[in-house]
């Protein structure tokens, strides 16, 4: 499991920065969807350039879990740096950051599903291509597609 690191001694300058793993395509696809909802208010840096910037943080957390570190230098850690870049967002509504804060059984599965998922990358890039399309800047709703032919085929075996 990734560790929760609170605070750094070397906050960024002038925009806050998601650090994430560059190797990942699974991250890869993600972040860019991150860029476009969240358009130039965080700087997104791969790990492998930013994690010399950060020197109080162990370059083992940062290939654990992707860290949004804020100019005050709060660090926020796995699934909640992705929740907290929407907060960035003027088009998302759901504040999933302050559930993560205040709901301590939103917290855990958050977490363990993050760990997962983490553990599972190439699995989950797949997957994640096959629900949503192959192009992170042309997001398609595939899911309610399969959605839709399990509930025709239920009907169709059913009748």
Request: charged share 25%; glycine share 4%; net charge positive.
């Amino acid at each position: 499991m990734f560790q929760k690191i609170k605070k750094t001694n070397f906050p960024p300058q002038g925009k806050p920065v998601l650090i994430w793993d560059g190797t990942c395509g699974f991250c890869k696809y993600w972040v860019t969807r991150w860029k476009i909802k969240t358009k130039d208010a965080i700087i997104y840096k791969t790990y492998q350039d930013a994690h010399n910037d950060f020197p109080d943080i162990p370059l083992k957390e940062f290939k654990k879990a992707s860290r949004l570190i804020e100019l005050d230098g709060s660090i926020y850690s796995g699934p909640d740096s992705a929740y907290r870049c929407y907060t960035y967002s003027d088009s998302i509504k759901w504040n999933a950051h302050r559930w993560y804060v205040n709901n301590r059984s939103f917290q855990r599965l958050s977490d363990h599903g993050y760990n997962f998922i983490a553990k599972h990358r190439p699995e989950m890039f797949k997957l994640t291509k096959l629900l949503f399309g192959p192009n992170p800047t042309d997001f398609k709703p595939f899911w309610l597609f399969y959605i839709l032919a399990i509930i025709l085929l239920v009907f169709a075996v059913f009748q």
